[in-house]
């Protein structure tokens, strides 16, 4: 459906809305998400999109309710539809406002946790590019949105980390073994597969601390990555160097975590 069509369409349906009854049962509907109970949030809800198809607040309410309750990594079908559910709901909004914030990061959420409860490694890629897809479109549409870097970081690391495991594993090294990689032939491999991938991530990373400098989850990723890309270092001098410098960003990350934790809750 086409933009135009779709506001038509939105506009010939808000001339039989029934505004009452869909802020009752909106209002149903968002007391029982403050109490977690979804599914009857999601009833209300239901109720709420029915009587006014244009409320794109009570889509994304919606939205989130049947999000909560999927369960990635259960494959029954009830559970996937939980899922399909969302994403419908989003991809109304989206339809109306293509650049709207919420929807967009709910769209690479929904893709990303998908993701991360899949076994097939094939199918675990397929749904990591559509998460990458929304979330690049999120992060041109929303410069500012520091979730959007920060999962376009942790999709390539989850990408970079399996080719990093198996090449490591090729030149007889556990996860443990300190680096840099010396088999000729797997840091070759590892060079060439998982170099661009990290640049990325990291790229992604200092953005993230572009908009957020107290961003300890970037801190640690990043200490993470470093320290993986140190295998492919040239001498065992720029080996040690770099992970000096993984290691200055996590204990970074623990001291903002500290600061954090010692930091009175905000007032509600």
Avoid at 19 to 40: H, I, K, T
Avoid at 119 to 131: F, G, H, M, Y
């Amino acid at each position: 459906m086409t933009a135009s069509v779709c506001l038509l369409s939105l506009a010939y349906a808000a001339q039989n809305e029934n505004l009452d009854g869909a802020r009752e049962a909106m209002g149903r509907g968002v007391r029982f998400m403050q109490r977690g109970n979804y599914a009857q949030a999601a009833k209300a809800l239901e109720k709420a999109v029915e009587f006014a198809p244009t409320n794109m607040e009570a889509k994304l309410y919606l939205g989130i309710c049947y999000m909560a309750q999927f369960h990635p990594g259960a494959p029954d079908p009830a559970n996937l539809d939980f899922a399909h559910k969302a994403e419908t709901q989003f991809q109304a909004i989206l339809q109306v406002e293509p650049e709207d914030e919420q929807a967009l990061q709910y769209m690479g959420n929904v893709a990303f946790q998908r993701a991360m409860g899949l076994t097939d490694p094939l199918e675990k890629r397929q749904q990591l590019e559509r998460a990458k897809g929304w979330y690049e479109e999120l992060e041109k549409d929303v410069p500012r949105n520091k979730e959007a870097p920060f999962t376009l970081a942790m999709i390539d690391w989850q990408q970079a980390h399996e080719y990093w495991l198996n090449a490591r594993a090729r030149a007889g090294m556990n996860p443990n073994t300190p680096g840099p990689v010396k088999d000729p032939a797997a840091l070759a491999e590892m060079s060439a597969r998982c170099g661009p991938i990290w640049d990325h991530a990291i790229h992604e990373l200092k953005h993230v601390l572009d908009i957020d400098p107290d961003s300890d989850r970037a801190m640690m990723y990043l200490g993470i990555i470093l320290r993986e890309r140190a295998d492919v270092a040239a001498s065992d001098a720029d080996y040690k160097r770099q992970i000096a410098e993984a290691d200055d960003w996590s204990r970074k990350a623990g001291e903002i975590q500290a600061r954090k934790a010692q930091s009175p809750p905000e007032r509600q």
